[in-house]
């Protein structure tokens, strides 16, 4: 069974760009939730989308956006990227039904330059 | 407040030795589970092992096992037999309310382990 893919793995932008992040969850996994990893600010919850619905939101601004289709991938979109927004972005998939575990691709890196 | 605390930033332990990473937790939902993830160089988040607050035995995974004290709002985790390829950062999560609610997860700050040969 394959796990959460990520993609792309590493990219580098320039401020003022905006950028997409693509998540394939686990097959069967409806949730999709995104994470935001730094060194000064560890790992924050950005949001959580539940069949194609956003379920849950973190405290970033608006610029900070998702979506999830019907085969219930997600993307992450980041516009007016500034400095601050290098970081890793985590996702993670999981479901009721498929127990209580909450499994995390490799992560996407972004270096905003 | 800080909801999931992990007081130990570095740890070294001998290989084959365990080893116990703290984590202290703090919520007023009845319902809630408890999460430690593996998080080598590479960045991925390794999933290792899960405690809901209502099971009522320590869950066990491999050489890895939740020492869940309730009361204290305490999940350590204890690696058995540690390796060298336990070397990593290690992170305590917590999921509020029961999983229909949402998949959100807290994290802790993290305690990066390294494993002595």
């Known amino acids: 069974k394959a796990g959460v893919t990520q993609t792309p793995r590493y990219l580098i932008k320039t401020r003022g760009q905006q950028v997409t992040l693509s998540c394939s969850p686990i097959s069967g996994h409806r949730s999709v939730s995104w994470y935001q990893q730094t060194p000064g600010q560890g790992l924050q919850f950005l949001f959580e989308?539940?069949?194609?619905?956003?379920?849950n939101k973190g405290n970033f601004p608006g610029r900070f956006s998702g979506r999830q289709f019907s085969n219930s991938r997600s993307e992450m979109n980041v516009s007016t990227l500034e400095l601050g927004d290098s970081a890793l972005y985590l996702c993670?998939?999981?479901?009721?039904?498929?127990?209580?575990?909450?499994?995390f691709g490799e992560g996407s890196w972004l270096t905003v330059v | 407040a800080q909801k999931i605390t992990q007081t130990q930033p570095g740890m070294f332990v001998q290989e084959k030795e365990a080893v116990t990473l703290d984590c202290t937790y703090d919520t007023s939902d009845p319902s809630y589970g408890l999460f430690w993830y593996k998080q080598p160089s590479s960045g991925e988040m390794i999933f290792l092992i899960y405690?809901?607050?209502?099971?009522?035995q320590n869950a066990t995974e491999g050489r890895y096992s939740l020492n869940f004290q309730k009361a204290r709002k305490s999940a350590n985790l204890v690696i058995s037999a540690s390796q060298l390829g336990d070397s990593a950062m290690y992170f305590c999560?917590?999921?509020?309310?029961?999983?229909?609610?949402?998949?959100?997860?807290?994290f802790g700050q993290g305690t990066e382990l390294s494993v002595k040969p």
């Open positions: 999560a917590m999921r509020e309310g029961p999983y229909n609610q949402g998949g959100k997860l807290i």
């Open positions: 993670a998939s999981g479901d009721r039904a498929a127990g209580n575990t909450i499994y």
């Open positions: 405690q809901g607050s209502y099971d009522q």
């Open positions: 989308y539940f069949s194609e619905t956003q379920r």
